[in-house]
């Protein structure tokens, strides 16, 4: 039965004569206020302010006149088994969460962290400290839970693995980072253009492009990138590293994103299609502006004579024949092309030769 904020619950008893006990004297016919039942009805209140709980009690009376004038035997234990009911109201609302209060303050930047430990990690960031290191490598880490994700890479462990497509990560986060490729979820949202990112640190080197932030420099040539991960990938150039091979024809790649798509070559998988047509396509660059065909939209226009594409590294093709600029090398005679596609169709007489 509900009341107010809680439940009234009935717990039902009977009282019995104890073995140990004599029975009380036989009643009479004209005597039997001993028979009497009592119902005993307590109220428990929840109320939370008050630093004592009250109780209230009533005694009834509910022993019909047919039972008062019962003899012996029978009658008399049925009278002692006769139930006593109590009523208790349990509070259904629910409980207030706990909220840790958050006490640790950093003294450079002001953030506070709800422990000690959260605290000493932040701090790294402003000292630079990376006090893990991998014995393998010698890489360092700030935290030695990215020692032991980075330590994986080694090993070859990968115990995290997608339920629906099989492949496998050394990290937690890897893997939901890579199951909104299959929900097309993306959480995070440039609050300028309004362009939306399945990961927050492709968000973050996406804003830079509208800042034109670009804290990582080269210490050879001094070019400045907006990411890590550009300024690396920069730097093999300097160092002619190509770290990522393909293990069926051997070619090498400075970038692991472009091992796994080379490969696609070889598996024939086209992961990205077309609603329109149904056409496939092994990048989703492609698949985007092949879209473009349908709608007819030309994002990249000439400033010199007011040509369109939409595609970029046509446009950038087109600039090249203003500007008279030629970047790409033929390694084995040394002529120069304006765009990757003449400088492929030029390398087949020499592979003809």
């Known amino acids: 039965m509900a009341c107010g904020n809680g439940v009234w619950v009935a717990f039902y008893s009977t009282v019995s004569l104890s073995p140990s006990r004599s029975a009380p004297p036989q009643p009479s016919p004209t005597n039997s206020t001993w028979m009497q039942q009592l119902l005993n009805f307590t109220f428990i209140s929840d109320q939370r302010s008050t630093a004592t709980r009250q109780m209230s009690s009533k005694t009834l009376s509910t022993i019909p006149e047919e039972q008062r004038e019962m003899d012996k035997g029978p009658g008399l234990l049925h009278a002692m088994l006769q139930p006593v009911v109590k009523l208790y109201r349990i509070d259904t609302r629910p409980a207030l969460p706990s909220v840790k209060p958050r006490r640790h303050y950093c003294d450079q930047c002001g953030k506070s962290f709800t422990s000690s430990y959260l605290l000493k990690i932040h701090k790294i960031i402003h000292t630079g400290e990376k006090p893990y290191c991998c014995d393998q490598c010698g890489k360092r880490w700030t935290t030695k839970r990215d020692l032991e994700v980075h330590q994986r890479l080694h090993t070859g462990e990968k115990p995290y693995s997608c339920d629906q497509c099989g492949k496998s990560f050394t990290a937690s986060s890897s893997l939901v980072v890579h199951k909104r490729t299959h929900t097309g979820e993306k959480p995070y949202s440039c609050d300028q253009c309004g362009k939306t990112y399945g990961v927050i640190s492709?968000?973050?080197?996406?804003?830079?492009?509208?800042?034109?932030?670009?804290?990582?420099?080269?210490?050879?040539?001094?070019?400045?990138?907006?990411?890590?991960?550009?300024?690396?990938?920069?730097?093999?150039?300097?160092?002619?590293?190509?770290?990522?091979r393909c293990d069926q024809c051997g070619k090498s790649f400075t970038q692991n994103s472009h091992l796994t798509i080379h490969q696609?070559?070889?598996?024939g998988e086209k992961p990205y299609s077309c609603d329109q047509c149904g056409k496939s396509f092994t990048v989703s660059s492609s698949l985007l502006v092949h879209k473009r065909t349908h709608t007819g939209?030309?994002?990249?226009?000439?400033?010199?004579?007011?040509?369109?594409?939409?595609?970029?590294?046509?446009?950038?093709?087109?600039?090249?024949?203003?500007?008279?600029?030629?970047?790409?090398?033929?390694d084995e005679c040394g002529k120069r092309f304006s765009t990757k596609n003449h400088l492929k169709q030029h390398q087949i007489i020499h592979t003809r030769e």
């Open 297 to 330: 939209e030309r994002p990249y226009g000439c400033e010199t004579c007011g040509k369109a594409y939409a595609c970029l590294d046509a446009f950038k093709a087109h600039q090249y024949l203003h500007t008279g600029e030629k970047p790409y090398c033929c």
């Open 264 to 267: 696609r070559i070889h598996t």
């Open 202 to 244: 492709h968000l973050v080197v996406h804003k830079r492009t509208h800042s034109g932030r670009k804290p990582f420099g080269c210490g050879k040539c001094g070019k400045f990138f907006s990411s890590s991960q550009g300024l690396k990938t920069h730097e093999y150039i300097h160092t002619g590293e190509r770290p990522y």
